[in-house]
Nanobody, 116 residues
């Protein structure tokens, strides 16, 4: 049974920092591309960041230079370090594990609210 469990969300002030974690189980973690997506109220889910099994990364333009994705294959965990957050970063953040169309898994999401 595949499980992705996000943690680390919460309320943060503008220009503050937050680190999200996603612990995976039930998959061969090191072989998966791990990613973060987010969905704000009334909007579609959007891509935030991805780290491929080989270590290369990709970021949405809106977070480039502020967010950093990393992974610890020994702990089956992917992280999203969020710095200089803005109110428009407010959303539910979802962890994704992707290997193929039939091996595409999602976590339950963690709320991030940026507000003073």
């Amino acid at each position: 049974q595949v499980q992705l469990v996000e943690s680390g969300g919460g309320l943060v002030q503008p220009e503050g920092s937050l680190r999200l974690s996603c612990a995976a189980s039930g998959i061969m973690f090191s072989t998966y591309a791990m990613g973060w997506y987010r969905q704000a109220p009334g909007k579609q889910r959007e891509f935030v960041a991805r780290m491929f099994s080989g270590g290369s990364t990709a970021y949405a333009d809106s977070v480039k230079g502020r967010f950093t994705i990393s992974r610890d294959n020994g702990k089956n965990t992917v992280y999203l370090q969020m710095n200089s957050v803005k109110p428009e970063d407010t959303a539910v953040y979802y962890c994704n594990a992707y290997l193929s169309r039939s091996r595409d898994y999602w976590g339950q999401g963690t709320q991030v609210t940026v507000s003073s």
